[in-house]
């Protein structure tokens, strides 16, 4: 079984290190009706770009594997590395067979970003996604239903044929059971963390992020079924709540190193967007209205996500609380607003909750973990000394 677990991580690493999106470029090549669109972090409503037979490709950067030339001229220098590594890989020609790009409303750095591309890009439909503030459904509800329409009506346009609600009602369903296995794997690292290392679950999850649902849930299955054929042996380390990495991730080499100096990861918000609606999404009904209830009704937290009713220190402390976590590691990118504002309130919270704490900063090419490794490693040691 060990090599199965090897198979099914192997299998994950060969689409996230493929920065010429060669599966997509394969999926593309079945049918010359076939689209791709690609979405930036967080969230996008996938649902509604497979249902149009197209499919959905998160865009996260190119970590450490490539060097920044001409993004570097698009951006100033103290905004975070994700945005200039994805220019690159656009002006790279990375990106030439997708037929649209999907800018969720985050920051503004996306904003921008989403403005280059429709100048350097024409050809590809660009949609700045916005999303409610307001989540009343007569209000914010009725806002977003008719930013989906939007969306659905520009896909269908690309493709040149319309979307029934049980093509839309089907996808739902694929993704709901990619939600669930998600739940399973996240619930069994947080059961054993030492059998399911977050440098093995971030890759398995991410891949899911290029594969298509149905794939990526048979890849979740099979590195599950090998995991618990044949568990790793336990490890002596703190339960960590990792807090900050929504957007830009960071390098597998940092969550190794935070393993490596004692901490089981055990919460995060890394690729949050694959995990944002919590639940099933209904699969009855009009379909658009259902994916704006879940929206209203069960999406995640964030720093990027307002929701005035919600106070975000209260949601951390539900989670921490809930995956049994020892402390918390805020883990944002360097020059990430929404991250690095929030931060002082919830470390204040924590503060009043007694939980313990440590924070840094990384670049998606971070290469030198030493320092974090010492932080990490003293955050480690401090808990099981005093906690
Ligand atoms: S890392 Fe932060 S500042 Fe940069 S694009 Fe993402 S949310 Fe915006």
Redesign the pocket.
């Known amino acids: 079984m060990k090599h199965q677990r090897l198979d099914a991580l192997a299998r994950a690493d060969r689409v996230l290190n493929d920065l010429s999106y060669g599966y997509v470029q394969d999926w593309l090549g079945r049918g010359a009706d076939r689209h791709a669109v690609g979405y930036?972090?967080?969230y996008a409503p996938r649902e509604i770009i497979a249902a149009a037979g197209m499919i959905p490709v998160g865009v996260f950067g190119a970590g450490d594997a490539l060097d920044i030339v001409k993004g570097d001229a698009y951006f100033q220098s103290y905004?975070?590395?994700?945005?200039r590594s994805v220019i690159e890989m656009a002006l790279d020609g990375r990106f030439a067979t997708f037929s649209a790009f999907i800018f969720p409303a985050?920051?503004?750095?996306?904003r921008n970003?989403s403005g280059m591309w429709q100048m350097n890009f024409p050809d590809q439909y660009v949609k700045y996604l916005d999303y409610p503030q307001n989540f009343d459904p007569e209000v914010g509800g009725r806002f977003y239903r008719r930013e989906l329409e939007d969306l659905l009506e520009n896909l269908v346009r690309i493709s040149g044929r319309e979307v029934s609600d049980a093509e839309l009602h089907a996808a739902t369903a694929r993704y709901n059971e990619n939600r669930r296995l998600l739940d399973r794997l996240y619930d069994a690292r947080s059961r054993a963390p030492h059998n399911f290392p977050m440098s093995e679950v971030y890759r398995v999850v991410r891949a899911g992020s290029v594969l298509t649902v149905d794939d990526h849930n048979r890849l979740i299955l099979d590195y599950l079924a090998a995991a618990e054929a044949e568990p790793l042996p336990d490890q002596d380390r703190i339960r960590v709540y990792l807090v900050g990495a929504?957007?830009?991730q960071p390098p597998l080499g940092l969550l190794k190193t935070l393993e490596q100096a004692g901490c089981a990861l055990v919460g995060d918000d890394l690729l949050l967007g694959m995990r944002f609606i919590r639940g099933d999404v209904a699969t009855e009904g009009d379909p658009l209205d259902a994916l704006v209830a879940a929206y209203l009704t069960k999406c995640g937290w964030s720093?990027?996500v307002y929701d005035g009713d919600n106070p975000r220190e209260d949601k951390l402390v539900e989670d921490v609380r809930a995956c049994k976590a020892d402390g918390v590691i805020f883990c944002?990118?360097s020059?990430?607003?929404?991250?690095l504002l929030d931060r002082p309130m919830l470390q204040k919270r924590l503060d009043e909750e007694r939980v313990p704490y440590a924070s840094f900063q990384y670049s998606e090419n971070t290469g030198q973990f030493q320092v974090i490794r010492e932080q990490a490693g003293t955050f480690s040691d401090s808990i099981k000394l005093w906690e």
């Open positions: 930036l972090p967080i905004i975070c590395h994700i945005p985050i920051c503004d750095v996306i970003l929504f957007c830009e720093s990027a944002c990118p020059f990430c607003d929404p991250a």
